[in-house]
């Protein structure tokens, strides 16, 4: 079934490449159903998986060879770390496929584009060998390069794509090279995660194990992304089109996070202890360095963008907390892991439909800068709904699942890292003071004349807009649907890093 999940979407994709006489409404129908087919099967995989298992066992397992002489296998299975993003991954698609019924650009091959990129994401988080994660996380860079290049609203979008892509590739360089230390540590060697995770192969080995975490910490830091490899971002978002914007931020960005926490973690658990107190500082920094840098933006989808390196900062905040061993007890280590994936889902969901309403900005208005309206509260209240529900969502606010997720990083990271977690807590004061000083900008104060034309959101828009911020709500309101899942998973990194 995991396997029908991943592929299912490339098939309609290689219909919609090969069919070069499919008419435009026909193609984004066809998107539509296959995307919505995907978020089925993706529901139907959760309820079960959630009815059946406790998180930490590994479910729709498929194991074969496939390069047998280098150890390499289609090794694939989900579990309470894997499957909230598989699912995620599923939502996010699904909105941007509905998001796109009007699209008029090329709609065919912006179809088959993403539905390509559904498969590799959603392959990304049920990889289980080190080589087919690899595999993946590229064609995810190819992909993400042609919806920029083809695809951005200004001049500068195929020099925005080139840097996004260079900066990525060099990332995921840096990543090969530490899975092949891993490969090459191994008795026998393999690039099985399951076996690596049980074989500790670089342990105890001292410089050995640090310059392995090295190049794989660089590889996911660069994705994820966090500061200073965060410099790619900003330019990727303001020149992508809104639903890549939607996916780059809630989809991709989590291959970075997620692979400290499926690679890094359990399986250099020695260096991990060894380099906490770097990585919860750049976490830190990370935070404070987005929240200041996105409350000077005047461009909108820019300052998303810098919220998403404070949000990604929180994560690598928790994660490094959990490492800190010798100073903090399970229980907060597992809070903090398990605050760290509910980041990773509520980021996304959030994060996908504020990019979302930037692109509904940009249609009715021609700009991102922030400048250029006023008073649109008056004319377009659907519109200033949407927006103030996903900016209060962003910043944290109890009844979201930001506050979830937030509240179980600063919670879980305070005992070990107790001035660090003070420092990032001003974060969400910067967050929060940049979103109300948008909503102002934007929605309030008197409205100006040349915007008396603006439309308010469409039906369109609405439906896949509208859906990620009641599933925030649904997470905020009765987090344990998530949590159930996610946190004997947690419990089972926070152990994995303390042998």
């Given at each position: 079934m995991l396997s029908l999940l991943i592929f299912l979407p490339l098939a309609p994709a290689v219909v919609l490449v090969a069919g070069r006489r499919i008419p435009d409404r026909v193609a984004r129908w066809i998107w539509l159903v296959a995307s919505l087919l995907e978020l089925g099967l993706a529901g139907a995989m959760w309820i079960d998986y959630a009815g059946h298992y406790d998180g930490t066992e590994l479910a729709y397992e498929t194991d074969f060879d496939w390069i047998p002489a280098a150890g390499v296998g289609y090794h694939i299975g989900v579990d309470g770390l894997s499957l909230p993003l598989v699912v995620l991954t599923a939502v996010v698609f699904a909105s941007c496929a509905v998001y796109a019924m009007r699209e008029q650009r090329r709609p065919r091959q912006l179809a088959a584009l993403f539905l390509a990129l559904e498969t590799v994401s959603i392959g990304l988080f049920a990889a289980l060998d080190l080589i087919v994660f690899f595999l993946f996380f590229d064609l995810s860079l190819v992909g993400m390069y042609f919806v920029i290049a083809g695809w951005g609203h200004r001049a500068t979008a195929t020099r925005s794509a080139f840097k996004f892509f260079l900066y990525t590739f060099l990332g995921s360089l840096a990543l090969l090279v530490g899975f092949i230390g891993l490969y090459v540590a191994a008795d026998p060697h393999t690039f099985d995660m399951i076996e690596l995770t049980e074989q500790l192969p670089l342990a105890d080995t001292g410089l050995g194990g640090g310059l392995v975490l090295l190049a794989v910490g660089v590889g996911l830091a660069i994705k994820t992304p966090t500061f200073p490899f965060h410099t790619w971002l900003p330019p990727a978002h303001t020149d992508a089109p809104a639903i890549g914007s939607a996916v780059l931020a809630a989809v991709m960005l989590k291959m970075g996070t997620y692979g400290f926490v499926r690679i890094a973690m359990p399986m250099l658990p020695d260096s991990w202890r060894q380099w906490a107190w770097a990585i919860v500082a750049i976490g830190v920094v990370s935070v404070l360095y987005g929240a200041l840098v996105a409350l000077a933006q005047s461009n909108f989808k820019r300052m998303i963008a810098y919220t998403s390196v404070n949000h990604m900062g929180y994560i690598l905040l928790a994660l490094g907390a959990a490492g800190l061993v010798a100073d903090s007890d399970v229980e907060a280590r597992a809070v903090a892991v398990t605050g760290a994936v509910t980041q990773m889902v509520s980021h996304g969901l959030i994060t996908a439909a504020l990019f979302l309403l930037a692109g509904v900005l940009?249609?009715?208005?021609?700009?991102?800068?922030?400048?250029?309206?006023?008073?649109?509260?008056?004319?377009?209240?659907?519109?200033?709904?949407?927006?103030?529900?996903?900016?209060?969502?962003?910043?944290?606010?109890?009844?979201?699942?930001?506050?979830?997720?937030?509240?179980?990083?600063?919670?879980?990271?305070?005992?070990?890292?107790?001035?660090?977690?003070?420092?990032?807590?001003?974060?969400?004061?910067?967050?929060?003071?940049?979103?109300?000083?948008?909503?102002?900008?934007?929605?309030?104060?008197?409205?100006?004349?040349?915007?008396?034309?603006?439309?308010?959101?469409?039906?369109?828009?609405?439906?896949?807009?509208?859906?990620?911020?009641?599933?925030?709500?649904?997470?905020?309101?009765?987090?344990?649907?998530?949590?159930?899942?996610?946190?004997?998973?947690?419990?089972?990194?926070?152990?994995?890093?303390?042998?």
């Open positions: 940009l249609s009715h208005g021609g700009t991102y800068e922030m400048d250029h309206y006023g008073g649109l509260a008056r004319t377009t209240p659907r519109f200033a709904g949407l927006t103030a529900i996903a900016a209060f969502a962003s910043l944290g606010l109890p009844g979201f699942s930001g506050f979830i997720a937030e509240f179980q990083i600063f919670a879980g990271s305070l005992g070990p890292a107790t001035w660090a977690t003070a420092l990032a807590l001003l974060g969400i004061l910067i967050t929060a003071g940049l979103f109300l000083w948008a909503l102002h900008r934007i929605f309030l104060g008197p409205p100006k004349d040349e915007l008396s034309h603006i439309a308010d959101t469409t039906v369109t828009q609405t439906a896949a807009i509208a859906p990620l911020l009641a599933l925030s709500v649904l997470i905020g309101v009765y987090p344990r649907v998530l949590l159930d899942v996610v946190d004997p998973a947690s419990r089972m990194v926070v152990e994995l890093v303390a042998r």
